[in-house]
């Protein structure tokens, strides 16, 4: 058997790149499964794309060889995709018999599915049927475009964000006589967050002080998430909005349940992605159980003074123990600063 020539990494770079740009057309839009996206190559040459679109439709790979002008065009041709091709029957067949089946001689993927189901039996067996395999060009991006599905799929637990509006001195509770704290801007910002969360999740205390919505505001046709309140006491005044507005059969209330047995009911419901947004005992809870994986806090040019903290809880018992964010971003969102970064340190 000729086996094909292997392009030089610097080729397997540019060509994995395309097929993560045909990946993050479906962000957002594929749950239960993740952003996939696949480009079929041969003699450096591109023939044809695939995304996938929605749960049930076509993998990215499929829909790659589809688009071939004429099936024939995949023998010897090389296959770049995003994720590890899957190689078991859910809703569609296995995608390595279809890759198999069309001659493909070789496939590059980026990152390796954390599927307990899929990881690593795709290399067997497309090397066991004479394919030549390469894994792990681009590693990082690939697995970063699905970072909410990638915990969610191998733990079961949600993708937690920790979402606050706070003042200049790290205070969320305003002063009598003002709501909000942070700017229009910085709230329709966050409405973004909401929308792309399975649920939201707030504090007994958050209903009792606040009376919230947890709705979608500003943003057409985006679903309601779950609305989820932790609390430890029975006294939640049955008059919120929470149980007595149009979306109360959204609402989800759990009663003297530990932090992380509620996220892991969530996600047993299907939800890959959870935002909390407080209070300062909710938020400081989620920090001391190392339960968070993103930040997103608006800061506002305003200082209060000798109101709640944004975070609570027993923190952290030195500088080193500190829970610290990678690949953060600043943005000047009208007269507020958004912070954003990953948790990377998660030392208990």
């Known amino acids: 058997m000729i086996m094909p020539v292997i392009p030089p990494i610097r080729e397997d770079i540019k060509l994995l790149r ?67 091709p899957c190689s078991t029957h859910g809703r569609t067949p296995p995608c390595t018999k279809a890759i198999i089946h069309a001659g493909i001689r070789r496939v590059v993927y980026g990152a390796r599915d954390p599927n307990p189901r899929h990881a690593g039996r795709a290399d067997k067996i497309l090397k066991n049927a004479g394919v030549s395999v390469t894994g792990g060009i681009l590693e990082k991006e690939c697995a970063l ?92 005044p049955r008059t919120s909005h929470l149980f007595t507005d149009e979306f109360r059969e959204k609402t989800l209330v759990y009663k003297n349940v530990p932090l992380r047995e509620v996220l892991k009911d969530l996600g047993s419901k299907g939800v890959e992605k959870v935002l909390i947004e407080g209070g300062g005992h909710t938020l400081g809870e989620a920090f001391d159980q190392r339960l968070v994986d993103r930040v997103v806090f608006y800061v506002a040019p305003v200082l209060i003074g000798g109101g709640v903290p944004a975070i609570a809880g027993r923190g952290a018992g030195s500088n080193e123990d500190g829970i610290r964010l990678d690949d953060v971003t600043y943005q000047r969102i009208g007269p507020d600063l958004k912070i954003e970064g990953r948790v990377f340190s998660q030392k208990p």
């Open 145 to 236: 475009l699905n970072e909410v599905w990638n915990k969610w799929i191998a733990t079961g637990i949600p993708f937690v964000v920790a979402k606050a509006g706070m003042s200049l001195d790290g205070c969320i509770a305003s002063p009598p006589g003002r709501r909000w704290i942070t700017s229009e801007e910085s709230r329709l910002d966050a409405m973004k967050l909401r929308a792309g969360c399975g649920a939201i999740l707030v504090g007994g205390e958050t209903v009792r002080a606040d009376n919230p919505r947890l709705t979608i505001r500003g943003i057409p046709a985006a679903d309601q998430p779950w609305r989820v309140v932790w609390t430890r006491s029975e006294k939640l």
């Open 18 to 84: 395309a097929a993560l740009l045909e990946a993050a057309k479906g962000a957002g839009q594929t749950h239960p499964n993740p952003a996939v996206g696949a480009v079929v190559v041969k003699n450096g040459k591109i023939l044809s794309r695939g995304w996938h679109r929605a749960a049930g439709c076509p993998h990215a790979e499929i829909e790659a060889l589809r688009g071939l002008k004429d099936a024939s065009c995949a023998r010897e041709a090389t296959l770049y995709v995003t994720l590890e």
